[in-house]
């Protein structure tokens, strides 16, 4: 992992900068000089030492930026402090290569700061599974195909394997790249099945599907077993929602098949993730999450080119903190890797607006997922294809022109 690990934040308002200054212990009078300022790039730094911190100060004034920093910073009278960078791509580029014939370490974080800025600037253009390589010129539509009796969306509606078919293939013509097929729950508080049974489930569909499908089938599960079999029937895409954590054989199984992944947040298993969804700092917890992720994926041998990351919306997460990470997607630019969405019809969605009934979430979700497309995420995973190929289509039309 990166030592110093600069997290680019997405503070839109106002108030969110101030909120973030305050947390960090700014004095009050550096908060009102600072917020005005903070409408360009923000990038955090956790942790340094106070010579660390008084030189990124210092250096950043002199090219017209600024960095905040606790009180007691510029005095060294505590032992560490966050610093948050406040400037412009171009400030920030200069402020690189000053840094770089500084001591304390300072040129590591120089290296750190342009490849951040770099993924920040130019997204990935394309993320590759065992079998193709697929362009991320527009957004993806990943259509969900539950194959389970007991999903929350649908009621176990595509449980029999002739009308799961039928239902993948209406998919792929109303405009989805890739189908996610899943044969266990995940829905907060569902019991986990067997290996076996998910197996059962999942891995006759893939085998039907894989000769007549054009798209990309993925394969929603956290267990090497079932992911082995799955990919053996035809699926190239491995979406982990533990992010390679409850099964330690499946980072290897996917280096060695050279799957594409994803690797996505979560706060414990289905049956017990929203027991604990407060966050002292929601979107670090979920970029620590992630980079964990990660080192378990390198380690292992997964290139990056085969791995997308998702924020898991809905997954150990109250309504508050689904709305938050929508709002601060584009934080997860800094891993450079492309950013999955999942917010479709989920139960934020019927909270914010009163909408109890999965069938009425439709424009909450359309609204969610032209939010996330404007906001970095490249690949959205949806129930109602055609409805949001046109959504996801039309805010990535916006924000290119």
């Known amino acids: 992992m990166a030592r110093f690990a600069p997290r680019l934040l997405e503070l839109s308002t106002a108030e969110h900068a101030a909120r973030e200054l305050r947390r960090m212990a700014v004095d009050s009078c550096g908060i009102t000089l600072m917020v005005p300022k903070m409408r360009t790039l923000c990038i955090q730094l956790l942790q340094l030492e106070c010579r660390q911190a008084n030189v990124l100060k210092q250096e950043m004034l002199s090219l017209g930026g600024d960095a905040a920093v606790a009180r007691g910073t510029v005095a060294c009278s505590i032992d560490k402090t966050d610093c948050l960078l406040i400037g412009t791509a171009k400030q920030l580029t200069r402020l690189c290569r000053k840094l770089k014939a500084q001591p304390f370490a300072l040129s590591e974080l120089a290296a750190e700061l342009e490849k951040l800025l770099s993924q920040i600037v130019s997204p990935p253009a394309a993320w590759k599974t065992s079998r193709r390589t697929l362009s991320l010129e527009r957004p993806l539509i990943m259509g969900i195909l539950n194959v389970t009796p007991d999903s929350f969306s649908d009621g176990g509606r595509c449980s029999d394997p002739d009308r799961a078919f039928d239902q993948a293939l209406q998919m792929e013509a109303e405009g989805a790249d890739i189908i996610d097929i899943g044969g266990e729950s995940t829905r907060p508080g569902a019991a986990p099945v067997s290996a076996d049974e998910e197996k059962s489930r999942i891995v006759p569909v893939i085998e039907r599907l894989a000769g007549r499908l054009r798209c990309a089938i993925s394969v929603d599960t956290w267990k ?107 934080e997860l630019s800094s891993f450079g890797l492309p950013i999955l969405s999942g917010p479709s019809r989920k139960s934020f969605i019927g909270k914010v607006l009163g909408r109890e009934r999965m069938d009425e979430r439709l424009f909450g979700t359309a609204a969610a997922v032209a939010l996330s497309v404007s906001h970095g995420a490249s690949i959205l995973r949806v129930h109602d294809v055609r409805a949001m190929r046109d959504v996801a289509d039309m805010a990535h039309a916006v924000m290119q022109s």
């Open 224 to 330: 090497s077993a079932v992911a082995d079999e799955a990919l053996a029937a035809g699926a190239e895409i491995i979406n982990d929602i533990s992010g390679f954590h409850f099964d330690p054989r499946m980072a290897v199984l996917a280096a060695a098949s050279g799957a594409g992944v994803v690797l996505m947040h979560t706060r414990g298993t289905p049956d017990k993730m929203q027991q604990n969804t407060v966050y002292d700092d929601l979107m670090a917890e979920i970029s620590a999450s992630l980079h964990a992720s990660l080192d378990l994926a390198h380690e292992a041998g997964v290139s990056d080119s085969c791995i997308a990351i998702d924020p898991g919306i809905g997954f150990g997460k109250d309504a508050a903190g689904n709305l938050e990470l929508i709002r601060r997607m584009a």
